[in-house]
Nanobody, 126 residues
């Protein structure tokens, strides 16, 4: 089970940090990711991180502004969002892929996500 938190209302240029707490003892075995879905749009990949925390990767739209990290001791993955823009407004979902084979690619595909958090709304006002 994944529990996301940290969303809210922020002005353009501001920052927020999202958190996603996972239950279960195998958290450190799996890739974790963040997706977002804006009104009227499909869910899109934002960022992902490997089981060890190395080699994070990002969608081009957030590269240089967002940072994904994880604390395996706390079973938690984070998304630090800086320099927020109105187009970042969306419901943000944390995601877990329990595949070992091809995990790097599967964590970027919403159709191959095994577990979703409940979503947390981020609104960036201008």
């Amino acid at each position: 089970q994944l529990q996301a938190s940290g969303g809210g209302l922020v002005q353009v240029g501001g920052s927020l940090r999202l958190s996603c707490a996972a239950s279960g003892r195998t958290f450190s075995s799996f890739f974790m990711g963040w997706f977002r879905q804006a009104p009227g749009k499909e869910r899109e990949f934002v960022a992902a991180i490997s089981w060890s925390g190395g080699s994070p990767y990002y969608a081009d739209s957030v590269k240089g502004r967002f940072t994904i990290s994880r604390d395996n001791a706390k079973n938690t993955v984070y998304l630090q969002m800086n320099s927020l823009k109105p187009e970042d407004t969306a419901v943000y979902y944390c995601a877990q892929s329990t595949y070992y084979s091809g995990a790097y690619y599967r964590i970027q595909n919403p159709d191959e996500i095994n577990y979703w958090g409940q979503g947390t709304l981020v609104t960036v006002s201008s």
